[in-house]
């Protein structure tokens, strides 16, 4: 009687020892897929970051050959960088998708939808200037990957840049520059966005103005 006592402690201990085994590996299978998805969220916001950054420098390439930033402002000039017309609907590697009419309105008047006129003088936290409100010009747009002819750059990230007029100007017209000596004159904006995977989005807006020798320099660049 004594051995079968025995016996049946040493299977409750087997069988515990086994379920705790078990709730441990699983604890840890858990704790290793958890790193690696923050592992790659770190990996896709340091990716985001830098292709925005590549996506402000490619814009402040042209911009620096464009002899009047005025045809940036109104829309007329473009980057040479873009894929197609300023509007539509663009697919990610992932499947998800960036429309890039829905950017521009959200960007100027916080709506997926058209603004109107007094939308986009409207002031708001981050658009307080009224009729001087930057009105937001696509100018650079496309897939990373192909941002230079024969690239051998593996991204899945679309970039995309918008212009705008620097709102401490007082003209009340945000589609053509400060004539000088104005506040403001001879000074843009520029909004640059990168789209990647899982919905990783990173966005970084210069100012930059022409400099003495007519170069372009950058006076203000943050990141948010």
Request: hydrophobic share 40%; proline share 5%.
């Amino acid at each position: 009687m004594n051995c079968r006592r025995d016996d049946g402690v040493i299977l409750v201990l087997a069988l515990l020892l086994t379920l705790m085994l078990s709730v441990l590996g699983v604890a840890f299978a858990l704790v290793t897929s958890s790193e690696a998805v923050i592992a790659e969220n770190f990996r896709n916001d340091q990716e985001a970051f830098h292709a925005a950054d590549a996506a402000a420098e490619r814009a402040l390439a042209d911009l620096d050959a464009l002899a009047d930033w005025n045809l940036a402002l109104d829309g007329t000039a473009r980057s040479t960088f873009v894929d197609g017309p300023p509007s539509g609907a663009r697919t990610l590697q992932d499947g998800s998708v960036v429309d890039l009419a829905v950017l521009t309105s959200l960007a100027n008047c916080h709506k997926t939808t058209t603004c109107s006129a007094a939308e986009l003088d409207a002031a708001s936290a981050d658009r307080r200037w009224g009729p001087n409100n930057p009105r937001w010009q696509l100018y650079l747009y496309g897939r990373l990957r192909d941002v230079a002819s024969g690239s051998t750059i593996d991204s899945a990230y679309y970039i995309v840049v918008f212009v705008g007029d620097d709102p401490s100007e007082t003209d009340g017209d945000p589609l053509r520059d400060e004539s000088p000596p104005g506040p403001g004159a001879g000074v843009l904006v520029l909004r640059s966005q990168a789209f990647g995977p899982r919905g990783t989005r990173k966005t970084i807006e210069l100012t930059i103005s022409r400099a003495g020798t007519g170069r372009v320099r950058v006076i203000a660049w943050r990141p948010y």
